[in-house]
């Protein structure tokens, strides 16, 4: 089992790891922990089974919180995927950073937790979807998707043999990289940090045929707010453009057949969406092909059956339940991958003294408020899953309820590692979280997002969020607030900012968001330079 030498923890506990600079003897010490960080792509916390059994079961990744702990109230700070990524490994906000969207190049002069790692004597590799444009610093390995990536045949960047394209299904092919390097690279007279990066569940949603083939069949619980109109709420939230019905692709997401769109006479919703179809289901090869058109073929010949009778609430309750068909599916490979490096870190006994996260680079709207996509500061996407087991340190089926970032990532690794945490990352460690301690943790946390104007068309805003309420500022083309209140409201429907009612929460949150945005070094002046960035790299 895995002890951090007693000084050092002292010190730990003394200083909040700033004092933890440890000696060199230390940094080669065999018993550090190591760290597998097993990540997927827009995975809402709804979809675990740890969190809801409503929708999935997905026993694999539940068994890192039997074995650790599940945490409840975990978010992002920017609900977007690159600004996330950036996030999690520099362990500063997005105007820090740099990579505010996922236009923004991401600045490789940032230091990372991997590089720090790395330094510190610490075995490093990659594998999946990094989406940053540029190659993952501090790395001995990797292996990575070029942009989004693609979900058959993908193509992969790698650190020794350029670029290649794999044969197969994507998760699949991220897993068994993932064994590969344990197997045959890891240097077992060091500790390795490890990130196991999904591109899956990632629209387009295409799942491997052993779980479409079951996943087509089944009929799931729709949201209770699947036919919101929106009312209650500003500007932002009207404007949107991410309902299901409206505007979801056919061809591209519901895996409509583009010659059938033109026989039924239904349009485009994107001007790229039969591109999306052919750019996904069009890449797979001939076996691949025929084991999709004998599912999705079927499901086709039906659709134009009822097509000519269906009403508009017809045809959201249809695409719904083909939207959560192929996401599910897509999940339900994620688990088999994670169940079988869990099983591998079982049979290699590799599994005492690995720190193992589970979590997502933000969560997803699975049809609540009639939405797919994410970005907006609203529970569905600001929340992220996040389950952790490290044997010895965690206690086993335990749950916590405190407000934890992505932002904290890097420097609870580096924390639980004993390397110092440099003074300008910004999240916390989580060590004492582990341990049980939740004395004098955050109260409040700070979100911000910036990708507009921009597909899905979410407006800027940024907001403070406490155990009670949230309060949000969308701004640039408009200047709006909103306030929560998450007790009464847990839905968000109401928002309650006019209401006299609570004239005096608003005064109190307004004025903590000035304290937020001022320890974090947010201003006006710095969202009006994004602005202008913004502006110059769209031209
Ligand atoms: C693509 C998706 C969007 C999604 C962004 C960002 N469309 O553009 O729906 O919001 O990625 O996602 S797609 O049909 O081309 O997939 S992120 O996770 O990378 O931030
Ligand atoms: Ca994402």
């Not at 490093?124 to 990536?149: E, S, V, Y």
């Not at 079927?298 to 659709?303: L, V, Y």
């Not at 955050?442 to 899905?456: G, K, N, Q």
């Amino acid at each position: 089992m895995f002890r951090i030498p007693c000084i050092v923890l002292i010190l730990v506990l003394l200083f909040g790891g700033e004092a933890c600079q440890p000696a060199s003897d230390q940094v080669t010490a065999p018993k550090r922990p190591n760290i597998l960080f097993i990540m997927s792509d827009d995975h809402g916390y709804q979809a675990i089974s740890a969190y809801s059994r409503k929708l999935i079961q997905t026993p694999n990744i539940d068994r890192i919180a039997e074995g650790g702990m599940l945490f409840t109230n975990a978010c992002v700070t920017n609900s977007l995927c690159a600004p996330s990524r950036a996030v999690i490994l520099t362990g500063k906000h997005s105007h820090l950073n740099g990579k505010i969207d996922n236009n923004f190049p991401f600045d490789t002069t940032n230091m990372t937790f991997p590089q720090l790692l790395h330094d510190a004597g610490y075995q490093t590799a990659m594998f999946g979807k990094l989406h940053f444009g540029n190659n993952p610093k501090g790395f001995d390995q990797f292996k990575i998707l070029p942009g989004q990536g693609h979900y058959y045949n993908p193509d992969f960047i790698t650190k020794n043999e350029g670029n290649i394209t794999v044969e197969g299904y994507t998760t699949d092919i991220i897993t068994d990289m993932t064994l590969n390097w344990l197997d045959q690279e890891r240097d077992t007279t060091k500790p390795f940090m490890l990130m196991f990066l999904h591109k899956a569940p990632h629209r387009e949603w295409l799942p491997p045929e052993r779980h479409y083939k079951e996943f087509t069949k089944r009929t799931f619980p729709e949201p209770p707010t699947l036919f919101d109109d929106y009312s209650g709420r500003g500007t932002a939230a009207r404007e949107a453009e991410m309902n299901i019905l409206e505007n979801m692709n056919w061809a591209g997401d519901s895996k409509i057949y583009p010659d059938l769109m033109d026989e039924l006479g239904i349009p485009q919703t994107m001007n790229w969406d039969k591109a999306a179809f052919e750019g996904e289901v069009g890449r797979q090869n001939a076996e691949q092909r025929a084991a999709w058109d004998a599912v999705y073929g079927p499901i086709n010949e039906d659709f134009k059956k009822r097509y000519p009778t269906m009403s508009r609430e017809d045809l959201m309750h249809w695409r719904y339940q083909r939207y959560m068909q192929d996401y599910l599916g897509s999940i339900a490979a994620v688990d088999d991958g994670v169940g079988r490096v869990l099983d591998y870190l079982d049979a290699h006994g590799l599994t005492d003294n690995t720190i193992v996260v589970y979590t997502s680079d933000q969560g997803f709207f699975l049809g609540e408020h009639g939405w797919f996509d994410k970005r907006f500061i609203y529970n569905e996407s600001f929340k992220t899953p996040l389950l952790v087991r490290w044997p010895g340190v965690i206690q086993p089926g335990t749950v916590n309820t405190q407000m934890v970032q992505n932002l904290d990532f890097a420097p609870t690794f580096l924390n639980a590692a004993g390397v110092r945490i440099p003074a300008d990352m910004q999240g916390v460690s989580l060590l004492p979280l582990f341990r049980g301690d939740t004395a004098n943790f955050r109260d409040a946390v700070y979100y911000h997002y910036y990708e507009y104007p921009a597909i899905h068309m979410v407006k800027r805003h940024y907001g403070i969020v406490t155990e009670d309420y949230k309060l949000i500022h969308f701004y640039y083309d408009i200047d709006e607030w909103e306030l929560y209140d998450r007790k009464k409201d847990s839905l968000e429907l109401h928002n309650v900012f006019a209401d006299p009612a609570y004239a005096g929460v608003v005064r109190n949150m307004m004025a903590k968001l000035k304290d937020i945005r001022e320890k974090y070094h947010d201003s006006d002046s710095l969202d009006q330079y994004y602005i202008r960035k913004y502006d110059e790299l769209k031209k």
